[in-house]
């Protein structure tokens, strides 16, 4: 079989999608399937390099050249000639080349439909999207919603690679934090994702950074709308050795090895990959309530994390930030529970079964 999946860029900003279909393309080429990725917008980046001559990009700077972008996919599409096409990305313009092709077209729905502000955008990704993976019960509640057939709809979670994310020794987790600059004799609080404040939640990691206790610093991974805002709205903090903004990475694992706590603050996540990856390396997870809804809400109360109020007076945060640290001993029994539900192998089977009743239904 060969798949061809669809991004928007080879770029760690990107988020979750791009971890997601970055896995699950190297699990499925482990398995023995034929594995392109394509890349609308920007240059080759690290995905490009795993997947080498299967990886291309179109080199867009954004859809406002979507015309020479049409000419390029139609053109990408037939010298791939794919079994199945893979879609992660949720954009209009690659949906009028897809109508022109029978290739049944998979979509990954990293968000709900309606996150597209367009009627004729939710039209054409409604009507060239054969099958439906639905992340979270709370992703396929809204698709449903917006009249996407449940029965073209197949649950399948995220998952984890469990070898990337993991728990190290503290001989190791010292030689991370030297390499990355990190100091060695401090708690590390640490948040990763794109620095946004309506989904993300950057306001609640500003607020976090001004109250920790002493002995603790944040590390934020990531880069995004509010990065440049934060560093100038956290500069004492940062002056005073309590935040540090470590920007894009896209190796964020060594990040988590390092790390002895996670912090999470999203309003709004449809699944909440980040918290797998904190659980999948040992670490205790912090949470703010996810108050827009979202997979992220199931996810926090699996793994028993210290759910945090926004109400709370400042006095009042910093206690329980300093009481978070004492919560080590059932990360050993989170990450087996974790392996059991969310490791790429038994979720690339189930995204394989859908691959198979797409191309069925082709026939």
């Excluded at 398995?31 to 080759?44: E, H, I, Q, S, T």
């Excluded at 996810?290 to 109400?311: K, P, S």
Aim: aromatic share 8%; glycine share 6%; proline share 4%.
């Amino acid at each position: 079989m060969k798949v061809i999946h669809i991004c928007q860029r080879d770029d760690p900003d990107s988020g979750g999608s791009l971890r997601v279909a970055e896995a699950l393309g190297l699990e499925q080429r482990a398995a023995g399937v034929d594995v392109w990725v394509l890349f609308l917008y920007g240059p080759r980046s690290h995905v490009c390099e795993e997947f080498k001559d299967r990886a291309i990009c179109l080199n867009l700077d954004s859809s406002k050249q979507a015309f020479r972008g049409v000419r390029s996919f139609c053109s990408t599409i037939r010298k791939v000639n794919p079994d199945i096409i893979h879609s992660h990305d949720g954009i209009i313009w690659p949906r009028l080349a897809i109508m022109q092709f029978r290739i049944p077209v998979v979509m990954h729905s990293h968000l709900p439909l309606r996150s597209n502000d367009s009627g004729l955008g939710r039209f054409l990704v409604k009507h060239t999207t054969k099958l439906l993976v639905g992340i979270s019960l709370h992703t396929i509640d809204s698709w449903v919603e917006d009249r996407f057939p449940p029965s073209r709809i197949h649950y399948v979670p995220n998952g984890v690679d469990f070898q990337r994310f993991k728990l190290v020794a503290q001989s190791e987790k010292k030689d991370l934090r030297k390499k990355l600059n990190l100091p060695e004799h401090k708690r590390i609080l640490l948040w990763v994702g794109r620095v946004h404040r309506s989904m993300k939640g950057s306001d609640r990691v500003e607020r976090v950074a001004r109250l920790l206790p002493d002995d603790t610093i944040l590390v934020v991974v990531g880069n995004g709308p509010e990065y440049a805002g934060m560093l100038e709205r956290c500069s004492a903090e940062i002056t005073a050795g309590r935040l540090i903004m470590a920007g894009s990475c896209s190796m964020p694992e060594n990040y988590y090895k390092a790390a002895d706590e996670f912090l999470f603050t999203s309003y709004h996540e449809p699944f909440g990959l980040v918290i797998l990856e904190a659980v999948a390396s040992g670490l205790p997870i912090t949470a703010f309530p996810v108050t827009g809804g979202g997979g992220a809400v199931c996810l926090l109360q699996e793994f028993d994390a210290l759910m945090l109020e926004d109400d709370a007076a400042d006095d009042m945060l910093t206690a329980m930030l300093q009481r978070s640290e004492e919560r080590s001993a059932q990360v050993l029994e989170h990450r087996a529970r974790a392996l059991e539900i969310f490791s790429w192998g038994s979720i690339v089977a189930s995204v394989m079964d859908v691959y198979k009743i797409a191309l069925i239904r082709k026939l």
